[in-house]
Every structure is written in structure tokens, then in C-alpha cells.
């Protein structure tokens, strides 16, 4: 019945436009109205300089880290905040995530005040004694993790979470009893366990990150390319819409090969897939 | 269920309904105070609904998939007015409903983006330049965009983060205009441009006044609103017109070409450009008005300040940014290369 | 005594607060630009009161928002359901385009989304918003509640039916509940995001409906406005305050 409502939309607002991406892509910029309808695979060509390799690498890279430290962040955040009790549980849940109802934007400035030459950690930091002059903070690639992990955090932990309070807290007692230690406990029950949760918060992360251009522009000066930063280039400054449209796709194709090796592997690992039966 | 079906059908008035005696107005954000459109409703009755973006580019894709409609009133850049009333986007201006037009200053109109005013009319414009902090650097030896490649400012200069702005001082340290769409001479200023790179910290178009009087930037571009904000915070902030040339910018009233009410939005043109109103903009938005007699009525430091009202042989020397036509992707294909440090 | 535990917890919660505390600082600080602390001052929070346009901004964001929000989750955890315990030969294309949508970059998703709106000749302005905002939300709030569901032994609702239930009430009485937390995180996820988009509601809105998000943006980006600054705060507290006192209610 209502099942059948997220195929439909899906078709509609995510398929549809798709192909139309799709078709524009083999087609030629125009410099009037964006598209002309000469069909050309010369898009696709361009996308062989080894430029746009470099770009998509920085990007898969940036994103990769930020994604990686939100789960080593998140993880124990996450199994802490499910062994609470169940008043302590919700309120640090929405404690957690009540700061993201502020406007990202704003908050990734806020980031860049405080790493600022007379900002506030500097201030702090010669306040102390501990420096003399300002450091530079700002502009290096460790701000720009530090926005993107900001901004990023709640979509690791909560579905982290989620998958940690299900976790039946009896396998842990009774492997405790059958001898196993703590390290043991850890690698076998808790990480196979939340491995969907893992995944989930690992694709939360990741996808967005690669779009988020604007936080390495605010804190990493805008020094690299990024992918987004490229299609907004190429969309809004270029009008150069069917390359940017090859673009789009070469990067949500790789993504989906990359999304289907990973399957692949988890279900060499014998894992039960949560989706296929 | 039935809660949300109430809450749906509630909301259904709010969904685009347009009215006549309306104007919809389409600005950059901030760039206009909130009480100018009050009092516009107030004297003429015409309710005002007013939205923002940050870009001409965003303009420019909104309108142009809109075919000219959806907007009366908006505010695009030079190079823009250019292409649109080109491409047909724009209304042509009727001057019989604009009895103010009077009050600007004529070194702003007729210009190359848009012969004899067809189609726009000044409303803000400003310079770019050079700012710098004369504690650190000496303003004597600063005079010229080539001097910003000197090796002393490896790793210290904020660039604007915009692809004609930046190529138009790679362009006139060799000569060139900043409208070329000349392949040999863009290729050359892209080669010019790339020995800049290791002197870049920062590239960035958003509030370069904060970078500076937050200590993290001594010296950079900067357009001049900002520069003569940022020079209110610090006194030792220098601001100057390189020898080559200052890009000049200037954004402008248009119409578009499928406004639903034109008559509305000429009423409204004509009300921005009225002294009062226009001396008002300049004030609180800190920007340089083009209307003469508005600037008569602008307190005295702020009018012979030669940041906000810079000298008349500083504007002849300037290029105002024209539309390059196809060649905008050979300008965006340097500057890819330019970003990601090729 | 301080356990490990409580540390951990509250550090993380400290490195989320930290900008939080530093825009509220600076909303009360009376010079507009830099960090340089002049002196407390209520003045951008007088200016904000006497900004109608941008409060009238903010109402249609959380509106938007709310909407938003409830819509995909709704959608998306019967779809979710639908695609663990239904047997649709679709699943694969479906979870493709989940992951299109999730993979997709914003500004090819608004250009594109305003393509086919203006090929369905529908007027640009809250609908068609609030169309694109479901868009964007559905996949987060699918892989979070299938995250959950994954590991859900199906002969429990078989163990249901065999007892006399349909399948609508086994799923109503046990998978639900059970997936409730995952529900309610992928409620606040969307909730977030469609709060904070900027690209698609650039291209899919209409000029009758002005959204924060965008306005912050173009504002920030024009120059810093310390009314931005005081905003976020009342907004942070407010829904701190709807936060805890909802949970006291709940409590009850």
C-alpha cells in the first residue's frame, strides 16, 4: 500500500531528473541558453585530464578523513550514550543535537573566530603564557577537518546509536562468562554487531562531505578544488552545463562502484546483507 | 493523519498567490534597508516582496530557466546587464517614468556594459584595489598589482575568490584589458598568474574586512566599501588604486523582461533613485552611491573620503568588467586549473 | 569520583558547544566586526526584533523544516519496511536510487529539480520547496531506520501473523516500536538538514517565499552580521528550551 510511496517519489523527483542529467551530459553547451542539442561524447573526454583525477582524489580524501576521525570520535560517544539510562539517554541525545538547529553556516564562522589569528584560542593560548606570538590555525587542511568533522558529527552518531541500542547487552554478559575479555567481547560481539550502524554513519559522512566545498573554502582559504566547488563552477560561472552534468555522473558512478565493492566484501564476510534476503 | 491533512490544506494560501499592486524584488543580500521599502509601501501602496541571492551567477541561471519571469525588479552586476540585455532578458527602460534619473551622476552612466542606460541604472558601485597594513608594509613601495608578486609575500596575500576579478590583475600587470577574449593573451595572464599561487594564503569573496581586522591578512585585494569599513576599525589600513588600473564594479536596477508588473518596478526604481532614499542606501549599506545629489547630502568625511569617492582620473583608469562572451570558459577552465594548484 | 566515561561524554559535548558559546558571545558583543571584545550590548538582538522580513524567513525555514522532516520520515520508514520484509523485485534499483539521491550534489539537484518543475509547470514557492526538502531527507532517514532494521528476525512477524495478526498490526505492534529510536533519528537528521540547505532552496523556491538558510547565507557572505550571530543564539535557545521542557512533559 504506503509502500509503495518511496519508489514512487523516488522515480519522480530522483530518477527522472537523472536521466535528464543523463541526456544533457552527451550534449553541447550552448552559449545562449545553456544546452544545444548536438549530441557529443567530447564531455566525457574532458573528464580524462588528469586535472579532475586530482580534484575527485582531494576530495575522496578530505572526506575519507573527516569520516574516519567522526567515527573514532562518535563510537564511543555512541555505546556511552546507549548504556545510559533512558532520561540521561534522550536528553544528551537531543543535547547532541540541538547546537545543529543553528544554521551550519554560521557555525562553521563561528569555527573560523574562534582558530583566528586574535581569536579565541589564540587569546587563550597567549592568555596562558603558553605563546607569544599567534599561530597560524586558520587556513590548513587540519581547520578544514575540524569544520568538516563539526558539522558532520550527529550524522555519525545517531545512527551509531541507533544501532548500539538494540545491542543485547545479555551476549556481552553470557561471552563475559564464557571467558572472553574485554578486547575479545570488543572485536567479536560489539563490532560485527554495529557494523550496520557503522556503515550508515559512514555513507551519512562521507557523501555530504565530498559536496561540502564551502567549509574548505571558509577554513582552508579556498586554496584546492574541490569536487563541488568545480560543479559549482562549471553550473553557475561556466554555464557550462553539460559538462558539469559528465562530471556529476562520473563522480555518482564512481561512488556507486565504490558503495557496491564495499557490498561485495561485506557479503564475502559473510555477513547476513540487511537488505537482500 | 487527519492532523496532518489540516496543517497541509492551511498552508495551501501561502502558496504563490500574486497579487497586482505588488512588486517582487530581487536584491543581494544586505544591500538594502529595511525601512527604504517601508516607506516605498507607505507613499505609494505597493507592497513589496523581497528575496536574496549572493551571486549573479545564481541570478542570472534562476531568471534564465524562468524565461524572464518570476522577478520585476533586480540588481545585476555590469557583466551581466551585459549578457542579459543581449540575450533579451531585460526590459528596455522607460525614462518617462523616471524623473529622477536626473540625480545621478553622469561618470556612471553610459558605459560599454549597457550603451546610453537601455536597459539598467546604477545603484551601488565601488573599486577594487590593493589594501594592505602600513605597520607592516611600507605604502611607498606598493603601487602596482605587479608588486604583489614580490617573493616577501610568499604565503600572505588574500585574493578574491572570484575568476574575472583575479584574472583581471593577471591581465593589466601585462597590458591587457580585463574584457580580453583573446586566447593568447587570457593564456599568458593564466602563466602570470600561476607564479602568484605560492604567494596566495587565502582566496575569498566574502567579508575580506573580517580577515583583515582580525589580524590573519596584512595585504590583499579588497573592493573599497569594505576597505574604508575595515579602515574605521584600523586606522593603519591603506587602501590604494594600483597603477595599472582598479577593476571597478557596479551593480545595477533592471527590469527583466517578463516582470509581471514593470509599471510597479519603475515606480520603485524611480524611488530608489530618489536623493533622500539614495543617501539613505549609501549610509547604512556603506557602499558609494552613483547619485550626485545624494552624495551632496552624505556627511562630509564620508564624501571626500578618496576610498568610498575616489578622484575622477582613478574611474578613467578603471575597467568596469564587460561580458566575454563564449571565452567564459576559457577563463573558467585556467582558473580551475589556478585552484587546484596546477 | 569522575569516571572515563563521564569525561568523554562531556568533552565531546564541550567541542559541540564551544562555536555555539562563541557566536552567543560575540551576539553580545557591541562591535560588529572582528573579535575584539568592546562591551555587552543587547543591540543586535533590538535589531533583530525590528527585522521582520528575517524572522518571517525564519518561521517558513522551521515550518519547511517540521514538514519536511515528518513527510520523509514517514515515507521513508514504510519504505524501509517495505524493503526489508516486502518482496518487490525492485530493491536493488530502488537502493540505487537512494544512493544517487544521497550522492548527488546539491547544485545539480536544484538546477535539476527546477528543470522538471518548470516542466510540470508548477508555480515555484513553498510546495515545490518543500518537494525538493523530501527529496534530500528521504535517503538519510532510509539507511538509518534499515540500519536498524537490519538485523530483525522476521519470524517474529510470522510468530505474529501465526498468532492472528496482519501484517499491518505485526508491523504497527512490534516493528515499530522497536525501530522507534532509529525513527526519531532520522526525524532530527532531516529536521537539520532541511534547516540548514541552501543550494536546492535557492533554485526551488519561489520569490513569495524567503527561506533563513539562504538569507544567512548571502548575509554572511556579505559582510559579517553580528544579527546573524544573535539570531543562531535565540534560535540554539529556543529549541533548548522546546528541548528540555518537552522532555519534563514526557516525563509525566
Known amino acids: 500500500?504506503?509502500?509503495?510511496?518511496?519508489?514512487?517519489?523516488?522515480?519522480?523527483?530522483?530518477?527522472?531528473?537523472?536521466?535528464?542529467?543523463?541526456?544533457?551530459?552527451?550534449?553541447?553547451?550552448?552559449?545562449?541558453?545553456?544546452?544545444?542539442?548536438?549530441?557529443?561524447?567530447?564531455?566525457?573526454?574532458?573528464?580524462?585530464?588528469?586535472?579532475?583525477?586530482?580534484?575527485?582524489?582531494?576530495?575522496?580524501?578530505?572526506?575519507?578523513?573527516?569520516?574516519?576521525?567522526?567515527?573514532?570520535?562518535?563510537?564511543?560517544?555512541?555505546?556511552?550514550?546507549?548504556?545510559?539510562?533512558?532520561?540521561?539517554?534522550?536528553?544528551l541525545l537531543t543535547l547532541v543535537v540541538v547546537p545543529f538547529w543553528t544554521n551550519s553556516l554560521v557555525r562553521v564562522y563561528a569555527v573560523r573566530s574562534l582558530l583566528a589569528a586574535k581569536g579565541v584560542m589564540n587569546s587563550v593560548l597567549i592568555g596562558l603564557g603558553l605563546i607569544d606570538e599567534p599561530i597560524r590555525l586558520l587556513y590548513s587542511g587540519w581547520a578544514v577537518q575540524l569544520g568538516l568533522v563539526y558539522v558532520l558529527l550527529p550524522f555519525m552518531i545517531l545512527p551509531l546509536y541507533s544501532s548500539f541500542e538494540k545491542l543485547d547487552h545479555r551476549l556481552l554478559e553470557a561471552a563475559a562468562d564464557l571467558g572472553a575479555n574485554r578486547v575479545a567481547r570488543f572485536r567479536r560481539i560489539i563490532i560485527p554487531l554495529t557494523l550496520p550502524g557503522i556503515a550508515a554513519g559512514c555513507v551519512l559522512v562521507f557523501l555530504p562531505a565530498l559536496g561540502m566545498f564551502y567549509v574548505s573554502d571558509i577554513l582552508g582559504g579556498a586554496r584546492n578544488l574541490l569536487i563541488g566547488g568545480l560543479l559549482k563552477d562549471q553550473f553557475l560561472d561556466a554555464r557550462d552545463w553539460p559538462f558539469g552534468s559528465a562530471a556529476s555522473l562520473v563522480m555518482i558512478g564512481l561512488l556507486l562502484l565504490l558503495l557496491s565493492l564495499y557490498r561485495l566484501a561485506q557479503g564475502q564476510a559473510g555477513e547476513r546483507n540487511p537488505v537482500d534476503d | 493523519m487527519r492532523g496532518l491533512l489540516l496543517m497541509l490544506l492551511l498552508t495551501l494560501p501561502l502558496a504563490g498567490a500574486t497579487n497586482a499592486a505588488e512588486v517582487r524584488f530581487f536584491n543581494w543580500s544586505d544591500y538594502l534597508p529595511e525601512e527604504v521599502l517601508e516607506r516605498f509601501t507607505a507613499e505609494t501602496g505597493i507592497a513589496v516582496r523581497y528575496s536574496t541571492y549572493d551571486s549573479n551567477e545564481g541570478l542570472y541561471a534562476k531568471l534564465k530557466l524562468l524565461g524572464g519571469k518570476g522577478y520585476d525588479l533586480i540588481v545585476p552586476s555590469t557583466y551581466f546587464v551585459d549578457r542579459m540585455g543581449r540575450e533579451g532578458l531585460l526590459l528596455p527602460l522607460d525614462r518617462r517614468q523616471l524623473p529622477n534619473i536626473r540625480h545621478l551622476d553622469p561618470h556612471h552612466l553610459d558605459k560599454p556594459f549597457d550603451a546610453g542606460n537601455r536597459y539598467s541604472l546604477p545603484y551601488l558601485w565601488g573599486t577594487t584595489g590593493i589594501a594592505f597594513d602600513s605597520r607592516r608594509f611600507d605604502p611607498a613601495s606598493l603601487q602596482s598589482w605587479a608588486d604583489l608578486w614580490r617573493p616577501e609575500f610568499r604565503e600572505s596575500l588574500l585574493l578574491s575568490n572570484d575568476v574575472r576579478e583575479v584574472f583581471h590583475v593577471g591581465l593589466r600587470v601585462l597590458g591587457f584589458s580585463g574584457n580580453t577574449t583573446d586566447t593568447e593573451q587570457i593564456r599568458r595572464a593564466y602563466e602570470r598568474l600561476r607564479q602568484l599561487l605560492p604567494n596566495v594564503r587565502v582566496f575569498n569573496s566574502d567579508a575580506p574586512l573580517v580577515l583583515f581586522t582580525t589580524g590573519e591578512i596584512d595585504i590583499g585585494m579588497m573592493w573599497s566599501g569594505?576597505?574604508?569599513?575595515?579602515?574605521?576599525?584600523?586606522?593603519?589600513?591603506?587602501?590604494?588604486?594600483?597603477?595599472?588600473?582598479?577593476?571597478?564594479?557596479?551593480?545595477?536596477?533592471?527590469?527583466?523582461?517578463?516582470?509581471?508588473?514593470?509599471?510597479?518596478?519603475?515606480?520603485?526604481?524611480?524611488?530608489?533613485?530618489?536623493?533622500?532614499?539614495?543617501?539613505?542606501?549609501?549610509?547604512?549599506?556603506r557602499y558609494a552611491s552613483p547619485n550626485a545629489a545624494a552624495v551632496r547630502q552624505l556627511s562630509e568625511n564620508i564624501r571626500n573620503n578618496p576610498i568610498m569617492y575616489p578622484p575622477a582620473e582613478i574611474l578613467e583608469q578603471g575597467e568596469y568588467g564587460t561580458d566575454v562572451g563564449a571565452a567564459v570558459t576559457l577563463y573558467a577552465k585556467y582558473w580551475e586549473r589556478l585552484k587546484a594548484g596546477d | 569520583?569522575?569516571?572515563?566515561?563521564?569525561?568523554?561524554?562531556?568533552?565531546?559535548?564541550?567541542?559541540?558547544?564551544?562555536?555555539?558559546?562563541?557566536?552567543?558571545?560575540?551576539?553580545?558583543?557591541?562591535?560588529?566586526?572582528?573579535?575584539?571584545?568592546?562591551?555587552?550590548?543587547?543591540?543586535?538582538?533590538?535589531?533583530?526584533?525590528?527585522?521582520?522580513?528575517?524572522?518571517?524567513?525564519?518561521?517558513?525555514?522551521?515550518?519547511?523544516?517540521?514538514?519536511?522532516?515528518?513527510?520523509?520520515?514517514?515515507?521513508?520508514?514504510?519504505?524501509?519496511?517495505?524493503?526489508?520484509?516486502?518482496?518487490?523485485?525492485?530493491?536493488?534499483?530502488?537502493?540505487?536510487?537512494?544512493?544517487?539521491?544521497?550522492?548527488?550534489?546539491?547544485?545539480?539537484?536544484?538546477?535539476?529539480?527546477?528543470v522538471l518543475f518548470i516542466a510540470l509547470r508548477l508555480p515555484l514557492g513553498f510546495w515545490t520547496l518543500l518537494m525538493g526538502h523530501i527529496t534530500f531527507c528521504l535517503p538519510f532517514v532510509t539507511v538509518t531506520v534499515l540500519a536498524r532494521l537490519g538485523d530483525f528476525d522476521p519470524k517474529l512477524i510470522e510468530a505474529a501473523r501465526d498468532l492472528g495478526a496482519t501484517q499491518g498490526q505485526a508491523l504497527r505492534r512490534i516493528v515499530l516500536p522497536m525501530t522507534l529510536p532509529a525513527i526519531v533519528a532520522g526525524w532530527l537528521l532531516s529536521f537539520t538538514l532541511s534547516l540548514d540547505d541552501v543550494v536546492v532552496s535557492f533554485f526551488v523556491t519561489g520569490p513569495d517565499f524567503e527561506v533563513l538558510p539562504l538569507r544567512i547565507y548571502s548575509m554572511v557572505r556579505m559582510g559579517v552580521k553580528p544579527e546573524v550571530n544573535a539570531l543562531a543564539t535565540l534560535m540554539f535557545a529556543v529549541s533548548l528550551t522546546v528541548v528540555i521542557v518537552s522532555q519534563r512533559l514526557l516525563q509525566r
Not at chain 2, 509599471?263 to 547604512?284: N, S
Not at chain 3, 568592546?38 to 522580513?53: C, G, I, K, M, V
Request: glycine share 6%.
Open chain 3, 1 to 114: 569520583m569522575i569516571s572515563l566515561r563521564t569525561v568523554y561524554l562531556v568533552g565531546v559535548l564541550i567541542l559541540l558547544y564551544l562555536p555555539i558559546a562563541v557566536l552567543a558571545a560575540y551576539s553580545f558583543n557591541a562591535s560588529p566586526v572582528g573579535t575584539n571584545w568592546e562591551r555587552w550590548s543587547w543591540a543586535w538582538y533590538r535589531q533583530l526584533a525590528s527585522d521582520p522580513a528575517l524572522i518571517a524567513a525564519t518561521l517558513n525555514s522551521l515550518l519547511v523544516a517540521v514538514m519536511a522532516a515528518s513527510l520523509s520520515t514517514v515515507i521513508g520508514t514504510l519504505g524501509a519496511v517495505g524493503l526489508r520484509f516486502g518482496r518487490s523485485r525492485w530493491r536493488g534499483q530502488i537502493m540505487g536510487l537512494l544512493g544517487i539521491t544521497l550522492m548527488s550534489p546539491e547544485i545539480v539537484m536544484g538546477v535539476s529539480l527546477l
Open chain 1, 1 to 91: 500500500m504506503t509502500y509503495r510511496l518511496l519508489p514512487t517519489w523516488l522515480v519522480l523527483f530522483t530518477l527522472l531528473p537523472t536521466l535528464m542529467v543523463v541526456a544533457v551530459s552527451f550534449l553541447t553547451r550552448d552559449e545562449a541558453g545553456f544546452i544545444a542539442p548536438i549530441p557529443t561524447l567530447e564531455n566525457y573526454q574532458r573528464l580524462l585530464d588528469p586535472l579532475y583525477l586530482k580534484v575527485f582524489l582531494n576530495s575522496a580524501l578530505t572526506a575519507g578523513v573527516a569520516t574516519l576521525i567522526c567515527l573514532l570520535i562518535a563510537y564511543p560517544f555512541a555505546w556511552l550514550l546507549s548504556r545510559l539510562g533512558p532520561v540521561w539517554r534522550s536528553m
Open chain 2, 226 to 285: 569594505n576597505a574604508y569599513r575595515a579602515q574605521l576599525e584600523n586606522p593603519a589600513l591603506v587602501y590604494r588604486c594600483p597603477r595599472e588600473g582598479c577593476g571597478l564594479w557596479m551593480d545595477n536596477l533592471a527590469i527583466p523582461i517578463g516582470a509581471a508588473n514593470p509599471e510597479g518596478a519603475h515606480r520603485l526604481i524611480d524611488f530608489l533613485l530618489r536623493p533622500d532614499i539614495a543617501r539613505l542606501i549609501a549610509e547604512k549599506t
